[in-house]
């Protein structure tokens, strides 16, 4: 009997310990987005979306040529990337199923995921912007490129993966050429997992300060050029958070609100997307 | 699968934006006086529609980058040597000037309540004084009610001007710190918490209790930080505002530094502020984009003709006329255009 | 499988019309699988770009100081020859790495051990985006609320405390000693570290623990476990060498985080023990000094890098083998 009572009790204790850690888990993503809320939202106005980045010393201001530079760097990192990630995912799904370098490349991609931003940021600044002269939006978003590219080959060769082999083998059978039915059977079958993951390809670049630093400096105005520094959120926060200047400090807690609410939504939806898949 | 249509849309847009190659104006350095650079950008922007793009990224980056021609100007605090600049093609020449403050968060403390001398502030930096109400503070101060608290020190973390200058101060005057420490943009510091940037230094300094820090006089206003006085080489106490900035800077003797090779720390006279800075702008004589070089220019002929009230409002000294003119004769005539 | 090519290309009777459009699909499709390929090793140029590029950039300090580099304390780039050590990088990314992880794995299984056999159905995929939710905060994100939020509340409430409760024990006081309490430490950059990798754990520990066979499980409990003898006889052996997988991967985050750190950590060349201290980790002084350095203090700073990598690369290399592991035998 005692020693089915202490048995209980350790149970006990052990479930109890584990839903208080799961608790404090999900109270700090609350935490989290709690401070950034009473921090952010008060701000949060029309003007932030409309103007551009104030001087120091004054009121106002906001944080479009920022944004634009984060949307601009974004979509052109995810624009070189994730072809070459898809490419690539496809070649290890596909053709390289059973080569003996298959294995190598796949592991070469994980290191790649989990390489430390700032090391890519060094890389691109060596190989752009020493040779350019000139820090710009360029080798930003190539930086942000070589991020997405192992998101990217990770999730397509793991959809394609998934592609139940008879549907290839009926499609080859019907004589369509190899790249026909990696085209129109196996992409189609694992398009949502893909959309998935570059999605979360976009997600993991849009927050990025580190690699940024030394490719895409940044700028106090506005530009769209490719060949010119620019700004953008990750690095204006950064810059302004630790400015005296009460305005901009209070821009950069309203920046960096509207970063994690993008990236919290475009996370949420590539769930969502991958979920549906999952369960049909 | 819209891959197609995703590479196309990739191709389009990078062949677009690349059309348009002209280089905007960029400048990289000292945080110093990022406030007026950024100040004096943002009204030459309205009113000749021009940009000028400045970060402050500190002296030391500022230099690297120039050294690197990967910006068009570089601001840096620290004078460099007539060999210095022939060596890499560069000029320099005087910007503006302005002053380094100490801050401190001490509860009940407001700016000018305290008094520091070079002796107890060299001490504070190099570890040797720990504790707010340590004897040489209390016999600076016997009004104050210094408590019994750490001192948090907050110094720069990243290669500055501002710690240039204030190092070469505290060496000049207390022989414990220019043993300890030394003079340098950057410094093994014995104590404290490294802060990047002006900035990040006056932001370390808001978020601690009992914190003590530098920066330039307008990052103390701004913020609203308490800046001290000090005791300067006469002896006299003196609070840190444009006219003992401007005190020091005119016994300044600009015709005779080669290169304008000139630290204005420790300057004598009964009401100088012993730590004012003269800050600069480099740029190379021969520059890869020679449209950049003329643009930036003209905007610092602006600056000369335009920005003295803007300075002065925000507490920076400008540059005396006979300084400017023999800038614009003997630097900028160099300058490949 | 095989290749996909037409099969009638032998046939006599092919009209020159379809002859010509099989010849083009055939070259389509050699030249798609060429693409792809091209793609699949442009992975593998980037990893050996980027370890060529650091090497390279390393080389000078390599040559100027060898091995010394790591094990040498100073780190002064202001010398006229420069004397520059990766010890106190070193120290400060291992330290605050190690008590992420001594925080993290812990909270990290027991949310996994929850979400696995505890929680109700319908409220278990909430949860678990929720904590996945927390890999997706940009990292900067969690330095300034680390900076503004977390560090003022601990220097303020909590650390006074154990720093008051310590100072008379010996070893601890060194430990948990401090001369002075800021926002700032080594300690907070391990506290804000710990919540960052937090979901990658808990992430992998599911995914894992979903790998025990549940014949395993419910034979366990028919013969009258309780769940958590059922956890911890039969889940965690059965999924040892996974879990420990997913550990390092977690440990190889920690390892190069960089943004979140270099906010709270001091940017301080400096080891004496008390984890209540500023300090420095590899990518904090990368982040920080990189812009402005030159020469040899650049070559270090890439020297410093290059480190990380090499830290970084064993440390998933390990964690990949022991995952590949655990999939042959699911697989199996």
Same mark, same amino acid.
């Given at each position: 009997?005692?020693?089915?009572a202490s048995?209980?009790?350790s149970?006990?204790?052990?479930m109890?310990?584990?839903?208080l850690?799961?608790?404090?888990?999900i109270?700090?993503?609350f935490?989290?987005?709690?401070?950034?809320?009473?921090?952010?939202?008060?701000?949060?106005t029309?003007e932030?979306?409309?103007?551009?980045t104030?001087?120091?010393?004054?009121?106002g201001?906001?944080?479009l040529?920022?944004?634009?530079?984060?949307?601009?760097?974004?979509?052109?990192g995810?624009?070189?990337?994730?072809?070459?990630g898809?490419?690539?995912?496809t070649y290890?799904a596909?053709?390289?199923r059973y080569?003996?370098?298959?294995?190598?490349i796949r592991?070469?991609?994980d290191?790649?995921?989990?390489?430390p931003s700032i090391?890519?940021?060094l890389f691109?600044?060596?190989?752009?912007v020493?040779?350019m002269?000139?820090f710009?939006?360029l080798?930003?978003?190539l930086?942000?490129?070589?991020i997405?590219?192992?998101?990217?080959?990770?999730?397509?060769e793991?959809?394609?993966?998934?592609?139940p082999n008879?549907?290839?083998?009926a499609?080859?059978a019907?004589g369509?050429?190899?790249?026909?039915?990696?085209w129109?059977?196996?992409?189609?079958?694992?398009?949502?997992?893909?959309?998935?993951?570059v999605?979360?390809?976009?997600?993991?670049?849009?927050?990025?300060?580190?690699?940024l630093?030394f490719?895409?400096?940044s700028n106090n105005?506005?530009?769209?050029?490719?060949?010119?520094p620019?700004?953008?959120l990750p690095t204006t926060?950064?810059s302004f958070?630790?400015?005296?200047?009460?305005?901009m400090?209070q821009?950069?807690?309203t920046?960096a609100?509207?970063?994690t609410?993008?990236v919290l939504?475009?996370?949420?939806?590539?769930?969502i997307l991958?979920g549906?898949?999952?369960?049909? | 699968m819209?891959?197609?249509?995703?590479?196309?849309?990739?191709?389009?847009?990078?062949?677009?934006?690349?059309?348009a190659?002209?280089k905007?104006?960029?400048?990289?350095?000292a945080?110093?006086?990022?406030p007026?650079?950024?100040k004096w950008a943002?009204?030459?922007?309205?009113a000749s529609?021009?940009?000028?793009?400045?970060?402050?990224?500190?002296?030391?980056?500022g230099?690297k980058?120039?050294?690197?021609?990967?910006?068009?100007?570089?601001?840096?605090?620290?004078?460099?040597?007539?060999e210095?600049?022939?060596?890499r093609?560069l000029?320099?020449?005087p910007?503006?000037?302005?002053?380094?403050?100490?801050?401190?968060?001490?509860?009940?403390?407001?700016?000018?309540d305290?008094v520091?001398?070079g002796?107890?502030?060299?001490?504070?930096?190099?570890g040797k004084?720990?504790?707010?109400?340590?004897a040489?503070?209390t016999?600076l101060?016997?009004?104050?009610?210094l408590?019994?608290?750490?001192?948090?020190?907050i110094?720069r973390?990243?290669g500055?001007?501002?710690?240039?200058?204030?190092t070469y101060?505290?060496s000049a005057?207390?022989e414990d710190f220019?043993?300890?420490?030394?003079t340098g943009?950057?410094?093994?510091?014995?104590?404290?918490?490294?802060g990047?940037?002006?900035?990040g230094v006056?932001?370390?300094v808001?978020?601690t209790?009992g914190?003590i820090?530098?920066?330039?006089?307008?990052?103390a206003?701004q913020?609203?930080?308490a800046?001290?006085?000090?005791?300067?080489?006469?002896g006299?106490r003196?609070?840190p505002?444009f006219?003992?900035?401007q005190?020091?800077a005119?016994?300044?003797d600009?015709?005779?530094?080669?290169?304008?090779n000139l630290v204005l720390?420790?300057?004598?006279?009964?009401?100088a502020?012993p730590m004012?800075?003269?800050?600069f702008?480099l740029?190379p004589?021969?520059?890869?984009?020679?449209?950049?070089?003329?643009?930036?220019l003209?905007f610092?002929?602006?600056?000369y003709?335009?920005g003295?009230?803007?300075a002065?409002?925000?507490?920076y000294i400008?540059?005396?006329?006979?300084?400017?003119?023999?800038v614009?004769?003997?630097?900028?005539s160099?300058?490949?255009k | 499988?095989?290749?996909?090519?037409p099969?009638?290309?032998?046939?006599?009777?092919l009209? /020159?019309a379809?002859s010509?459009? +099989?010849a083009?699909?055939? =070259?389509?499709?050699r030249?798609?699988?060429? *693409?792809t390929? &091209?793609?699949a090793?442009?992975?593998?140029i980037l990893l050996?770009?980027?370890?060529v590029?650091l090497i390279?950039?390393?080389?000078p300090a390599?040559q100027?100081?060898?091995?010394?580099f790591?094990?040498?304390?100073?780190?002064?780039?202001?010398?006229?020859e420069?004397?520059?050590?990766?010890?106190?990088p070193?120290?400060g990314?291992?330290?605050?790495s190690?008590?992420?992880?001594?925080?993290?794995?812990p909270?990290g299984l027991?949310v /996994?051990?929850f979400?696995t056999? +505890?929680?109700?159905?319908p =409220?278990?995929?909430?949860?678990?985006?929720? *904590?996945?939710? &927390?890999?997706?905060?940009?990292?900067?994100?969690?330095?300034?609320?680390?900076?503004?939020v977390?560090?003022?509340?601990?220097?303020?409430y909590?650390?006074?405390g154990i720093?008051w409760?310590?100072?008379?024990?010996?070893?601890?006081?060194?430990?948990?000693?401090?001369?002075?309490?800021?926002?700032?430490?080594?300690?907070?950059a391990?506290l804000?570290?710990?919540?960052m990798i937090?979901?990658?754990?808990?992430a992998?520990a599911?995914d894992?623990?979903?790998?025990v066979?549940p014949v395993?499980k419910?034979?366990a409990y028919g013969?009258g476990?309780?769940?958590?003898e059922?956890v911890t006889?039969?889940?965690?052996?059965?999924?040892r060498v996974g879990?420990?997988?997913?550990?390092?991967l977690?440990?190889?985050?920690?390892?190069?985080?960089?943004?979140?750190?270099t906010f709270i950590?001091?940017?301080?060349?400096?080891?004496?023990?008390?984890?209540?201290?500023?300090?420095t980790?590899i990518s904090?002084a990368?982040a920080?000094?990189?812009a402005e350095?030159?020469?040899?203090?650049?070559s270090a700073l890439m020297?410093?890098?290059?480190?990380?990598?090499?830290l970084?690369?064993?440390v998933?290399?390990?964690a990949r083998?022991?995952?590949m592991?655990?999939?042959k035998r699911a697989g199996?």
């Amino acid at each position: 009997m005692s020693l089915y009572a202490s048995r209980r009790r350790s149970n006990l204790t052990a479930m109890a310990l584990c839903l208080l850690a799961t608790t404090i888990g999900i109270v700090w993503l609350f935490l989290i987005l709690f401070s950034l809320l009473l921090n952010g939202l008060p701000h949060l106005t029309f003007e932030v979306f409309t103007e551009m980045t104030p001087p120091p010393g004054e009121t106002g201001g906001g944080l479009l040529n920022p944004i634009f530079g984060t949307l601009m760097m974004t979509v052109l990192g995810v624009g070189i990337g994730a072809p070459i990630g898809i490419l690539a995912g496809t070649y290890l799904a596909e053709y390289g199923r059973y080569s003996k370098t298959t294995p190598t490349i796949r592991f070469i991609n994980d290191i790649l995921l989990s390489a430390p931003s700032i090391i890519i940021g060094l890389f691109i600044y060596g190989i752009v912007v020493v040779p350019m002269k000139n820090f710009s939006a360029l080798a930003g978003s190539l930086a942000l490129a070589v991020i997405v590219i192992p998101v990217v080959v990770r999730t397509t060769e793991d959809m394609l993966l998934l592609v139940p082999n008879t549907l290839r083998e009926a499609a080859s059978a019907m004589g369509l050429p190899r790249s026909h039915v990696v085209w129109h059977v196996a992409y189609r079958a694992a398009r949502t997992g893909i959309l998935t993951g570059v999605l979360l390809g976009v997600a993991r670049i849009a927050g990025e300060t580190a690699p940024l630093l030394f490719t895409a400096f940044s700028n106090n105005f506005w530009s769209a050029s490719l060949m010119k520094p620019i700004a953008s959120l990750p690095t204006t926060i950064n810059s302004f958070i630790n400015t005296p200047d009460a305005n901009m400090k209070q821009l950069a807690w309203t920046g960096a609100l509207i970063v994690t609410l993008a990236v919290l939504a475009l996370n949420i939806v590539a769930r969502i997307l991958g979920g549906t898949k999952k369960q049909s | 699968m819209n891959l197609k249509t995703v590479l196309a849309a990739g191709l389009v847009a990078a062949v677009s934006f690349t059309a348009a190659l002209a280089k905007d104006v960029s400048g990289a350095g000292a945080t110093f006086p990022a406030p007026i650079y950024l100040k004096w950008a943002d009204a030459y922007k309205k009113a000749s529609g021009s940009a000028v793009n400045y970060q402050g990224v500190g002296s030391g980056a500022g230099r690297k980058q120039i050294e690197a021609r990967t910006v068009t100007f570089a601001g840096s605090d620290i004078p460099q040597t007539g060999e210095w600049l022939d060596k890499r093609g560069l000029v320099q020449w005087p910007m503006v000037m302005g002053g380094i403050v100490p801050i401190v968060n001490l509860e009940g403390v407001g700016a000018s309540d305290l008094v520091l001398d070079g002796q107890t502030l060299g001490d504070i930096y190099s570890g040797k004084i720990k504790r707010w109400n340590d004897a040489a503070l209390t016999a600076l101060n016997p009004k104050a009610k210094l408590p019994d608290l750490p001192i948090i020190v907050i110094r720069r973390s990243d290669g500055s001007g501002t710690t240039y200058n204030f190092t070469y101060y505290l060496s000049a005057v207390n022989e414990d710190f220019k043993k300890k420490v030394g003079t340098g943009e950057a410094v093994e510091w014995p104590v404290g918490i490294g802060g990047k940037g002006n900035d990040g230094v006056a932001n370390n300094v808001m978020q601690t209790k009992g914190s003590i820090g530098y920066v330039e006089l307008a990052f103390a206003i701004q913020n609203g930080l308490a800046y001290t006085d000090m005791i300067n080489s006469a002896g006299k106490r003196v609070k840190p505002k444009f006219e003992s900035f401007q005190a020091a800077a005119q016994n300044a003797d600009w015709a005779k530094a080669d290169h304008f090779n000139l630290v204005l720390a420790n300057q004598p006279g009964a009401s100088a502020w012993p730590m004012t800075v003269a800050t600069f702008i480099l740029m190379p004589t021969e520059s890869d984009d020679a449209e950049a070089a003329a643009a930036a220019l003209k905007f610092f002929d602006w600056a000369y003709a335009n920005g003295g009230s803007m300075a002065k409002d925000l507490d920076y000294i400008p540059m005396p006329d006979s300084v400017v003119s023999k800038v614009k004769s003997a630097v900028w005539s160099q300058i490949k255009k | 499988m095989t290749h996909a090519t037409p099969s009638l290309d032998h046939d006599g009777r092919l009209s /020159a019309a379809r002859s010509k459009i +099989l010849a083009r699909m055939a =070259l389509g499709d050699r030249s798609f699988h060429l *693409v792809t390929r &091209l793609c699949a090793y442009g992975v593998f140029i980037l990893l050996a770009g980027i370890v060529v590029s650091l090497i390279m950039g390393a080389w000078p300090a390599i040559q100027t100081f060898g091995l010394e580099f790591l094990v040498t304390r100073r780190w002064a780039p202001q010398l006229d020859e420069p004397i520059l050590g990766a010890l106190a990088p070193i120290y400060g990314t291992l330290l605050t790495s190690f008590i992420a992880m001594l925080i993290a794995v812990p909270f990290g299984l027991g949310v /996994a051990i929850f979400l696995t056999e +505890l929680c109700p159905i319908p =409220l278990r995929r909430p949860i678990r985006v929720a *904590v996945e939710l &927390l890999a997706g905060i940009p990292s900067i994100i969690y330095g300034m609320w680390g900076f503004f939020v977390l560090g003022p509340f601990l220097a303020q409430y909590v650390e006074p405390g154990i720093v008051w409760a310590v100072q008379d024990i010996p070893v601890l006081n060194i430990i948990f000693g401090a001369e002075m309490i800021s926002n700032i430490s080594l300690f907070n950059a391990s506290l804000v570290l710990a919540i960052m990798i937090l979901p990658f754990i808990t992430a992998i520990a599911v995914d894992v623990f979903s790998t025990v066979p549940p014949v395993l499980k419910e034979s366990a409990y028919g013969i009258g476990c309780t769940t958590w003898e059922v956890v911890t006889n039969v889940v965690i052996p059965f999924t040892r060498v996974g879990l420990v997988g997913g550990v390092m991967l977690a440990l190889g985050r920690a390892l190069g985080e960089t943004m979140a750190v270099t906010f709270i950590i001091g940017n301080s060349f400096k080891i004496d023990g008390s984890i209540f201290s500023p300090g420095t980790t590899i990518s904090a002084a990368i982040a920080s000094e990189f812009a402005e350095s030159a020469d040899l203090h650049r070559s270090a700073l890439m020297y410093l890098g290059l480190l990380l990598f090499i830290l970084t690369f064993f440390v998933l290399a390990a964690a990949r083998l022991m995952l590949m592991r655990l999939e042959k035998r699911a697989g199996a």
